[in-house]
C-alpha cells in the first residue's frame, strides 16, 4: 500500500500539475509586491489571474500590461511566460545534471511524455534540444524584431519589445506591453511574417522541430505524427485565412488595401490557434467569424509545444476514423498508416472531455455574470462569452471584452478554465495511458442502435 500511495503522488501527470500550482503561486507573490506594479498594489485576484495567465500561456488580462506593470513586474510576468511555455520539469532536470545528480525516474518520465510520442534512452537530451531550439528560435526572432524596431523606438525600448514579445509569441503566449496589442502593425509585413513564423514555429511542437532539422521536408523520411501536424497545420492556417477574408471582406476589412487585408486574414489565423495576439479590435468581428475562430481556438496547437487546446493530431485521427467509417473501415488510417485503437480511444476521450468541461463552465458564467454581461455586452452575451472561455481553454488569449467585466467568481473561474486546458488534455491522456494497461478483463458485448 505504501509503494502505491507513492506512486499516485509521484505520478508524471501529477508532477507536471505540481510544478504548474508551483509556478502559479510563485508568480502571483512576486506580482503583489510594490515593485510589479505602477499603483505599488494589485489585488490578490488580479495577480493570481495574471500569474495564471502568463504560466499557462494564454494572454488574457484584467489589467494592462504596459500601463500597470513597471518594468520589474513585466519581467516577472516574461519568466513566468518562459517556464510556463517548456514547463518547469524541463529546467529541473537540466539543474540535476549540472549539480551530477541522478534525474528521477517520475520526472523522467514526465517529459518523456510531454515532448516525445515514443520512448527515449537519454531523457537529457530531450531536455537539451528543447533548449537549444527555444534559445536559437527566440534569439533569432528577438535579433529581426529589433532591427525593424529599432526605427520606431529607442535602442533600450525596442530591445526590451523585441525580447518580450519574442518569447510570448514563440510560447504562444499572447501577452504584450502594447494596449492594442499588434494592431498598429496591421500592414508591416515584415512584423506580420516574423510573429507568424515565431507562433507557428513554438505551436508545432519541438519532436517536429527536431526532424525537420534532422531530415528536411522529405516526405518519406518524415514520421507519421510529424506528417500529420504539418499537413494539418498547414490547412487550418490556409483554410482559417479564407474564410476569415470572406466573412469579413464586406466588414472589418473594408477600407483596408489588398496588402492589409491579407495580412490581416493571415495574421489571425496563425493566431487564433493559441497565441493570442491581435491585429484588428476582436470585438468588432461578424458573428461567422468569432464562430469558425472558436473551432480554431478549440482545436489549438500540436502535442509537445507551448500551445494549447485539444491539438491538431486529435483532429485529424477524428477525421480519419469518420472518414474511414463511411469507406467501411474499422480502423483510422492517415497516410497509410493504421492508428492503433488505443490511440483512437484516447483521442476521443480528449475531445469528449474537453468539449463537456466547456459546456459546463459555459453554464456556471452565464449563471455567475449574465446581469454583468448583459449590460456591458448586449445581444452578444453567449457567443463572445463562448469565445473568451474556448480562449481560456485554449490558451489562446484573444477576448472580445468579457474578461474585464468578470466579477471575482468569474476570475476564479477563468482561471480554473486557464489551467485546465494548459494541462488537462495532456494529464488525460497519460491518466488514460496508464490505467488502460492495467485492464485484466472486459465485459459482455451488446449492440445498441446509434444511427
Known amino acids: 500500500?505504501?509503494?502505491?500511495?507513492?506512486?499516485?503522488f509521484t505520478s508524471p501527470e501529477r508532477i507536471m500539475v505540481g510544478s504548474f500550482l508551483l509556478?502559479?503561486?510563485?508568480?502571483?507573490?512576486?506580482?503583489?509586491?510594490?515593485?510589479?506594479?505602477?499603483?505599488?498594489?494589485?489585488?490578490?485576484?488580479?495577480?493570481l489571474f495574471t500569474s495564471t495567465s502568463?504560466?499557462?500561456?494564454?494572454?488574457?488580462?484584467?489589467?494592462?500590461?504596459?500601463?500597470?506593470?513597471?518594468?520589474?513586474?513585466q519581467l516577472v510576468i516574461l519568466l513566468l511566460i518562459q517556464m510556463g511555455g517548456l514547463g518547469i520539469?524541463?529546467?529541473?532536470?537540466?539543474?540535476?545534471?549540472?549539480?551530477?545528480?541522478?534525474?528521477?525516474?517520475?520526472?523522467?518520465?514526465?517529459?518523456?511524455?510531454?515532448?516525445?510520442?515514443t520512448p527515449v534512452k537519454d531523457v537529457f537530451r530531450v531536455v537539451k534540444a528543447v533548449l537549444i531550439y527555444t534559445m536559437v528560435i527566440e534569439s533569432l526572432g528577438a535579433g529581426a524584431l529589433f532591427l525593424r524596431w529599432i526605427h520606431d523606438f529607442p535602442?533600450?525600448?525596442a530591445a526590451f519589445l523585441s525580447l518580450f514579445h519574442t518569447i510570448s509569441?514563440?510560447?504562444?503566449?499572447?501577452?504584450?506591453?502594447?494596449?492594442?496589442?499588434?494592431?498598429?502593425f496591421r500592414g508591416d509585413m515584415a512584423v506580420n511574417l516574423i510573429f507568424s513564423a515565431?507562433?507557428?514555429?513554438?505551436?508545432?511542437?519541438?519532436v517536429v522541430l527536431h526532424e525537420l532539422r534532422r531530415k528536411g521536408l522529405r516526405p518519406r523520411r518524415l514520421s507519421l505524427h510529424t506528417k500529420v501536424v504539418l499537413v494539418t497545420s498547414a490547412l487550418l492556417i490556409l483554410g482559417g485565412a479564407l474564410l476569415f477574408f470572406l466573412t469579413e471582406l464586406g466588414y472589418l476589412l473594408q477600407g483596408m488595401t489588398w496588402k492589409e487585408k491579407i495580412l490581416v486574414?493571415?495574421?489571425?489565423?496563425?493566431?487564433a490557434r493559441t497565441a493570442g495576439f491581435s491585429t484588428v479590435e476582436i470585438a468588432s468581428l461578424h458573428p461567422s467569424t468569432l464562430f469558425f475562430l472558436i473551432l480554431l481556438m478549440f482545436v489549438g496547437a500540436s502535442p509537445g509545444s507551448c500551445g494549447g487546446g485539444v491539438k491538431t493530431t486529435n483532429l485529424a485521427l477524428l477525421f480519419a476514423l469518420g472518414f474511414g467509417r463511411l469507406r467501411g473501415r474499422s480502423d483510422a488510417v492517415l497516410f497509410r498508416r493504421t492508428l492503433p485503437r488505443e490511440t483512437v480511444a484516447r483521442s476521443i476521450s480528449i475531445l469528449l472531455a474537453a468539449m463537456i468541461f466547456i459546456v459546463f463552465s459555459l453554464i456556471a458564467l452565464l449563471l455567475l455574470e449574465e446581469r454583468g454581461f448583459t449590460a456591458a455586452l448586449g445581444d452578444e452575451v453567449f457567443l463572445r462569452s463562448l469565445f473568451d472561455l474556448v480562449s481560456a481553454f485554449g490558451t489562446v488569449g484573444l477576448s472580445t471584452g468579457v474578461v474585464p467585466h468578470l466579477s471575482v467568481a468569474g476570475k476564479a473561474l477563468f482561471i480554473v478554465t486557464m489551467f485546465t486546458g494548459r494541462l488537462g488534455p495532456l494529464t488525460l491522456a497519460c491518466a488514460l495511458a496508464r490505467r488502460g494497461a492495467e485492464a485484466e478483463f472486459h465485459y459482455m458485448e451488446e449492440k445498441i442502435m446509434v444511427g
Open 1 to 8: 500500500m505504501g509503494r502505491r500511495r507513492i506512486a499516485f
Open 23 to 47: 509556478m502559479i503561486l510563485v508568480g502571483t507573490l512576486l506580482l503583489m509586491f510594490p515593485f510589479a506594479t505602477r499603483e505599488g498594489y494589485i489585488s490578490p485576484i488580479d495577480a
Open 54 to 73: 502568463a504560466v499557462c500561456v494564454t494572454g488574457l488580462v484584467v489589467v494592462d500590461t504596459g500601463k500597470y506593470f513597471t518594468l520589474w513586474g
Open 89 to 117: 520539469v524541463t529546467f529541473s532536470i537540466l539543474f540535476y545534471r549540472v549539480l551530477g545528480w541522478e534525474v528521477p525516474l517520475r520526472e523522467k518520465m514526465a517529459i518523456e511524455e510531454a515532448f516525445a510520442y
Open 155 to 157: 535602442p533600450k525600448e
Open 169 to 184: 509569441a514563440f510560447c504562444n503566449a499572447g501577452f504584450s506591453p502594447f494596449s492594442d496589442s499588434l494592431a498598429r
Open 198 to 206: 515565431l507562433i507557428i514555429s513554438g505551436g508545432i511542437g519541438f
Open 265 to 271: 486574414s493571415f495574421f489571425q489565423s496563425v493566431t
